[in-house]
């Protein structure tokens, strides 16, 4: 079965950077290619949100929060979605997932949990 692998989660310093991979290792290769991706997070408290995706072309889109901070990317050929995020702030501290941006999408993975100090 399809399924995504989050990592590269931690305790960090406001303001310094960090980046997480997400794999999809089960997912054939051009499946892969042609799926749009997204990340997601859910604060405590607060429902899980979308705030960034790439589509197979490549295009992204970002939310208000995290715009011009946080760059989403995707290598095809790991089979690997990644989260650049700098300048980190601690409204940031969430768990973080991501997964296909469709309503067909795999079941959702355990998430990375990030949490951003003052």
């Known amino acids: 079965q399809v399924h995504v692998v989050e990592s590269g989660g931690g305790l960090v310093q406001a303001g310094r950077s960090l980046r997480l991979p997400c794999k999809v290792p089960?997912?054939?290769?051009?499946?892969?290619?042609?799926?749009?991706f997204a990340w997601y997070r859910q604060a405590p408290g607060k429902q899980r949100e979308l705030f960034a995706s790439?589509?197979?072309?490549?295009?992204?889109v970002y939310g208000d929060s995290v715009k011009g901070r946080f760059t989403i990317s995707k290598d095809n050929g790991r089979r690997t979605v990644y989260l650049q995020m700098n300048n980190r702030r601690a409204e940031d501290t969430a768990v973080y997932y991501c997964?296909?941006?469709?309503?067909?999408?795999?079941?959702w993975g355990q998430g990375a949990q990030v949490t951003v100090s003052s």
């Open positions: 997964n296909v941006n469709s309503n067909t999408r795999p079941p």
């Open positions: 089960r997912m054939i290769l051009s499946t892969f290619n042609s799926q749009h």
């Open positions: 790439i589509s197979a072309g490549g295009y992204t």
